[in-house]
């Protein structure tokens, strides 16, 4: 297959993954903050937020809510806040924020990831607005999503990747983390073309990082979540199916041997599917759930 029809089928897949992702109604009579600005100064819609409030939330006296922070995929160069598969998790009674990020074409590596530890930290900081408790936040992305999201989690307890105008009086750190087929190892992506002499890696990848030649192979180091691991990492759900053609279910076997090594909580759940939501359903978010219940509520799994 020539790089245009490889191209081709992978921008299809990435559109049957955002097309896949519904709208995420509120739960009946919760609420929905739209269009948070989490940069100061305002950075348009590209850094801003939607925060949904579970119905509890409105109660008098409530107590703050663990908050899980949703990041849509779209190969870092396509998608939107507004989808997420989060429904469940509203109802369950966490708030929920699903945050847009610079995408490729606005900006290159380490802008995205830069923009999610900002909205991380405009969420702790306004914590006594929203009613949520900064000490039980939670990450899930799928895709370029899950790749973000793991990366949150690998520099929980640093500083690295944080804006140099954020609020260093507050941390970005996460409590757990699930990662949707998210690529893990970018160094696995960069192939040497010994025909033409140059580092060559798919153009989805090459407009995230945004350098050439053999500097492709210290970027792809830079970005990848396996370069930060720690047996300091957050608890982790990994979920990939395994005939997954975009990022290949190997990137996910990666990562939860490496977790396993540092003695980290985690747990790989292979799924019967490619690539994108249509092959995550009710079951696989009815597990999120109770991941996220777990690490953020203290709740036992049903037996």
Same mark, same amino acid.
């Given at each position: 297959?020539?790089?245009?029809?490889?191209?081709?089928? &992978?921008?299809?897949?990435?559109?049957?993954?955002?097309?896949?992702?519904?709208?995420?109604?509120?739960?009946?009579?919760? $609420?929905?903050?739209?269009?948070?600005?989490?940069?100061?100064?305002?950075?348009?819609?590209?850094?801003?937020?939607?925060?949904?409030?579970?119905?509890?939330?409105? +109660?008098?006296?409530?107590?703050?809510?663990?908050?899980?922070? =949703?990041?849509?995929?779209?190969? =870092?160069?396509?998608?939107?806040?507004?989808?997420?598969?989060?429904?469940?998790?509203?109802?369950?009674?966490?708030?929920?924020?699903?945050?847009?990020?610079?995408?490729?074409?606005?900006?290159?590596?380490?802008?995205?990831? $830069?923009?999610?530890?900002?909205?991380?930290?405009?969420?702790?900081?306004?914590? +006594?607005?929203?009613?949520?408790?900064?000490? !039980?936040?939670?990450? =899930?992305?799928?895709?370029?999503?899950?790749?973000?999201?793991?990366?949150?989690?690998?520099?929980?307890?640093?500083?690295?990747?944080?804006?140099?105008?954020?609020? +260093?009086?507050?941390?970005?750190?996460?409590?757990?983390?699930?990662? =949707?087929?998210?690529?893990?190892?970018?160094?696995?992506?960069?192939?040497?073309?010994?025909?033409?002499?140059?580092? +060559?890696?798919?153009?989805?990848?090459?407009?995230?990082?945004?350098?050439?030649?053999? !500097?492709?192979?210290?970027?792809?180091?830079?970005?990848?979540?396996?370069?930060?691991?720690?047996?300091?990492?957050?608890?982790?759900? &990994?979920?990939?199916?395994?005939?997954?053609?975009?990022? *290949?279910? $190997?990137?996910?076997?990666?990562?939860?041997? !490496?977790?396993?090594?540092?003695?980290?909580?985690?747990?790989?759940?292979?799924?019967?599917?490619?690539?994108?939501?249509?092959?995550?359903?009710? !079951?696989?978010?009815?597990?999120?759930?109770?991941?996220? $219940?777990?690490?953020?509520?203290?709740?036992? *799994?049903?037996?």
């Amino acid at each position: 297959m020539n790089r245009t029809h490889s191209q081709v089928r &992978i921008s299809a897949v990435l559109l049957t993954v955002l097309l896949s992702l519904m709208p995420a109604s509120v739960a009946a009579r919760g $609420e929905v903050l739209q269009d948070l600005a989490y940069c100061n100064p305002p950075a348009g819609a590209s850094r801003s937020l939607d925060l949904y409030l579970p119905r509890r939330a409105k +109660k008098r006296n409530s107590a703050p809510l663990p908050l899980v922070i =949703w990041i849509h995929g779209g190969g =870092w160069r396509a998608g939107d806040k507004k989808n997420g598969p989060f429904k469940q998790l509203i109802n369950a009674g966490f708030a929920v924020a699903s945050i847009n990020y610079r995408l490729s074409q606005e900006a290159h590596f380490p802008a995205q990831i $830069e923009d999610c530890k900002t909205a991380v930290v405009f969420l702790k900081k306004n914590a +006594k607005r929203f009613n949520i408790d900064p000490n !039980r936040v939670g990450v =899930w992305g799928a895709s370029a999503g899950g790749h973000l999201a793991a990366l949150l989690g690998a520099t929980s307890g640093s500083r690295k990747f944080e804006s140099r105008s954020v609020d +260093k009086s507050v941390n970005s750190d996460v409590q757990a983390v699930c990662d =949707w087929f998210g690529p893990i190892d970018l160094l696995k992506l960069v192939k040497y073309d010994a025909e033409e002499g140059d580092y +060559k890696v798919h153009p989805i990848v090459d407009q995230l990082l945004g350098v050439t030649g053999v !500097r492709r192979v210290d970027a792809a180091r830079e970005a990848s979540p396996l370069t930060y691991l720690t047996a300091k990492m957050p608890p982790v759900l &990994i979920m990939h199916g395994d005939r997954d053609r975009l990022v *290949p279910i $190997e990137q996910s076997k990666i990562f939860i041997a !490496r977790l396993k090594e540092l003695d980290v909580d985690s747990r790989l759940k292979v799924v019967s599917g490619g690539h994108g939501i249509p092959g995550f359903g009710i !079951r696989q978010r009815a597990e999120v759930v109770k991941f996220f $219940e777990r690490c953020l509520m203290g709740k036992s *799994p049903a037996r």
